[in-house]
Every structure is written in structure tokens, then in C-alpha cells.
């Protein structure tokens, strides 16, 4: 049970925006533009994008946006979504990309102590083809990630529990992307 009334059924971050919409915009707005919009300078693919957010989620305990971009994240990577659970279950023995592991390994840091973001671990990422604009992605979509992952729990929002829940959302972010809830609208994801 959510630690304030939010007067909506919406589960996650959802619940939120509709409860404060001038606040949730902003934070749908740079969702959009982390996840979705792409950036200059950065090869990440939106999948890959989906995957550092619900890896970084997966590290905070945060069970709504790990089941929410997991699903995401499988749904843009299609016939190769096994790589998403792999990477949840096990990062070092995914069949992931030396690059991916990199950048998941500068994803792990941010989260745990961003100041751990060391030169070497930059290098090693640049080493496996990994870009400036992929780097700054990363670092910015992992520390926004811990910002949305602490909204979401230290207000205690829905956690749908059933996951078709959870592939209703990855399919309706990875084809709609971060756009309003409409307040009629509750129970969407």
C-alpha cells in the first residue's frame, strides 16, 4: 500500500505522474530521452538502453522497474530477449558483448559508489568500441535509474505481482515509448 493516497489504481512511477503531473512530465521527458531518443555520439540501441536500466533496477532491489524495463528491454530485443534474463541472473556469463559488459560494469558502479567510475573502467569500455556519447548514456541512464528506483519504493507504489502484467508494459514502452498516462487510463502500465 502506497505510503501516501495517490487517488489512482496505476501501478510503479505511472502512479506518481498522475498523482503529480507537473513533477512526472519532466521525469517521462528524460525517460523518453535516455531510453527512446537516442543521443549524438552513442551506438546504444534502444534494447541496450532497456537493459542497463532494468539491470541497474535489478542491483537496487527495485522489483516494479526491474519487471517493467526487463520486459521492455525483451521486447525490443525480440529473438534475442534470453539475453535480458541472462544478464539478470548472471552479467559475467551473459552472452553479451564485450562492450555491453563494459558498460554494465560502469552501469554496477554508478549505482553502487558513482565516485568508482574509474579511468580504467572508461578505457576498457573505449577498448571494446564503446563510444563517449555510449559512456555518458550509461552513467546518466544508471544514476537516473537510482533516482527513479528510490521514488518508486520510498513511496511504496503498486508492484503487480502477475508477470503478463509486466509483458503488457514492455510492449507498450517499446512501442509507445515514455508518454503521459491519461488520468482515465489507471491501470495501465
Given at each position: 500500500m502506497p505510503h501516501i493516497q495517490l487517488n489512482n489504481d496505476a501501478p510503479g512511477i505511472r502512479s506518481l505522474v498522475l498523482y503529480?503531473?507537473?513533477t512526472g512530465q519532466p521525469l517521462y521527458e528524460l525517460a523518453q530521452a535516455l531510453l527512446r531518443a537516442g543521443s549524438p555520439g552513442s551506438t546504444l540501441v534502444d534494447a541496450e538502453r532497456e537493459l542497463i536500466a532494468a539491470y541497474v533496477s535489478s542491483r537496487n532491489c527495485t522489483d516494479f522497474c526491474q519487471?517493467?524495463?526487463?520486459a521492455a528491454?525483451?521486447?525490443?530485443?525480440?529473438?534475442n530477449q534470453s539475453i535480458v534474463d541472462q544478464v539478470l541472473t548472471d552479467v559475467d556469463t551473459a552472452s553479451l558483448?564485450?562492450?555491453?559488459?563494459?558498460?554494465?560494469?560502469i552501469a554496477e558502479h554508478v549505482q553502487t559508489?558513482?565516485?568508482t567510475v574509474s579511468t580504467e573502467l572508461v578505457e576498457t569500455?573505449?577498448?571494446?568500441?564503446?563510444?563517449?556519447?555510449?559512456?555518458?548514456?550509461?552513467?546518466l541512464i544508471a544514476a537516473s535509474f537510482c533516482m527513479y528506483?528510490?521514488?518508486?519504493?520510498?513511496?511504496?507504489?503498486l508492484t503487480p505481482a502477475d508477470p503478463a502484467a509486466y509483458m503488457a508494459m514492455g510492449e507498450r514502452m517499446g512501442t509507445l515509448g515514455y508518454?503521459?498516462?491519461?488520468?482515465?487510463?489507471?491501470?495501465q502500465a
Open positions: 503529480r503531473p507537473d519487471n517493467s524495463h526487463a528491454a525483451r521486447f525490443l530485443y525480440g529473438d558483448s564485450p562492450k555491453m559488459k563494459a558498460l554494465l560494469s559508489d558513482a565516485r569500455a573505449r577498448q571494446y568500441g564503446a563510444t563517449d556519447g555510449d559512456v555518458h548514456d550509461t552513467v528506483n528510490r521514488y518508486v519504493d520510498g513511496l511504496a507504489t508518454v503521459i498516462p491519461q488520468s482515465g487510463r489507471t491501470n
